[in-house]
Structure formats: C-alpha cells, structure tokens
C-alpha cells in the first residue's frame, strides 16, 4: 500500500473552503509538504510545514499537523475555481541513509462555480 | 529564476522501441530526481541523484531502465526496450541539496505513451 495515503477527490462550491486530509507513516518526518499540480503540468510546492510546529498560516492556505495521529491537512479559505487542481501529500522517508521524498496519491479538488 | 526544463513534451513510441528523456535542474541545485507517475496515481521515484552520483535507485527497473548525470547537471533517462507498462508521465526535478528541508522543484515532465 501506499506510505501516504489521501482521500482520491474533494467536490467544493466556489467561495466556501476546502479541506484536504492526509495520513503519513514516518513519525520522524522533519518537513512535511503540500504540493498542486494543475494539467499538463509539473507538481508546484504550495506549502510545507515543520514538525515542530503543529499549524501555519499562509494567505488563503492553513496547515495543521497532528503528529501524535500522523495527519496533515491542507485547508483553503475561500475557494476559487483556480484552484481546480490535484493536491499532493508528500513525506521525506529516510531509507537506507538517504532521504527518499515520498508522495501520496493525490486528492483531485473540484470547485463548482 | 528558470525552473526545470524537460524535453520532449510528448513521446509516442511502440513496444520494444528506445527512448530518452532530458532533464536540466535548476543552477545550483545539487540533487536531481526522477519520477514516474502513472496515470491517477502520485509520483513514483525512480533514481535520486547527489551531483554525479547515485543516491537511490531501488526502484529503478534496471533491466530496462538506466539514467546518468554525468556533470552532475543535466541527466537523461533511458528506456530501453519500452513495454505498454511504461506509459506514463516522466518527471524531473531537483533540490537545493539532499537532506530533508529542501523542498522539490519540478519540470513539466514528459508525457510517454507506448503502443
């Protein structure tokens, strides 16, 4: 199975907020990412989120981390149909010496004018 | 600052037929990853470069698959031969370093379609 898991899709109307879940398997993941990919294109980090800290807060976009539960959550305020993308879940596993980014499958985000 | 460049956009090869993948990470970056990702699925890491060398590449189908960052710049991805399998995205892209706070950058990937 996967390492980290996302729920597959998330259907919003336009203006209300969204929010994207995600459950992760290393427990000493430092940083934890979330990344937007749009189609056709490369996946673009939005934003990440030390392990340190449990929310944080970048314009329309909070991350909150629970590590005691391993789960993360992207939640965007006011959701515009811009942001009509899939949304990535990502860990840095550290495997044989090395740190190995590690992505979720993807939760695809809907938003209906 | 320019991002990733990827080429070809698109490849349409048939079973058992070559076929190579360009990458050029951003200047200055020292890692250099690449990824496969299959249709409705997240990315998959296939080979993880530090400069010239091989940092992990466990899941690389290396009876097939090969790939090499000489300078420790640009890297090229082979496949060779292709099976419908392989269809998919390639994605390249590359960190400031290795280590666990350096945030991924991507390209645009290129699209492989084998018939």
């Known amino acids: 199975g996967e390492d980290v898991e996302q729920s597959l899709f998330l259907s919003v109307r336009e203006g209300d907020s969204s929010v994207i879940n995600c459950t992760y398997t290393?427990?000493?993941?430092?940083?934890l990412y979330w990344y937007k990919q749009e189609p056709g294109a490369g996946l673009q980090l939005l934003t990440y989120i030390f392990s340190n800290m449990d929310m944080k807060q970048d314009q329309r976009l909070t991350v909150l981390l629970n590590k005691k539960d391993k789960h993360l959550s992207l939640r965007i305020a006011d959701t515009q149909t811009g942001d009509s993308a899939i949304y990535f879940c990502?860990?840095?596993?550290?495997?044989?010496?090395?740190?190995?980014?590690?992505f979720g499958r993807g939760t695809s985000l809907i938003v209906h004018p | 600052e320019a991002g990733v460049a990827q080429s070809p956009r698109y490849k349409i090869i048939e079973k058992r037929q070559s076929v190579a993948f360009w990458c050029n990470p951003i200047s200055g970056h020292a890692t250099l990853y690449w990824y496969q990702q299959i249709l409705g699925q997240g990315p998959k890491l296939l080979i993880q470069?530090?400069?010239?060398?091989?940092?992990?590449d466990s899941q690389l189908p290396k009876d097939r698959f090969s790939a090499e960052r000489l300078k420790g710049v640009d890297s090229t991805l082979k496949i060779q031969p292709a099976k419908l399998e392989d269809s998919a995205v390639y994605l390249c892209a590359s960190s400031w370093s290795w280590d666990n706070n350096s945030p991924l950058h991507f390209g645009n990937g290129t699209r492989l379609t084998v018939t």
């Open positions: 290393d427990s000493s993941s430092t940083y």
């Open positions: 470069f530090q400069n010239n060398g091989v940092v992990d």
């Open positions: 990502a860990e840095i596993l550290l495997s044989g010496g090395s740190y190995i980014p590690t």
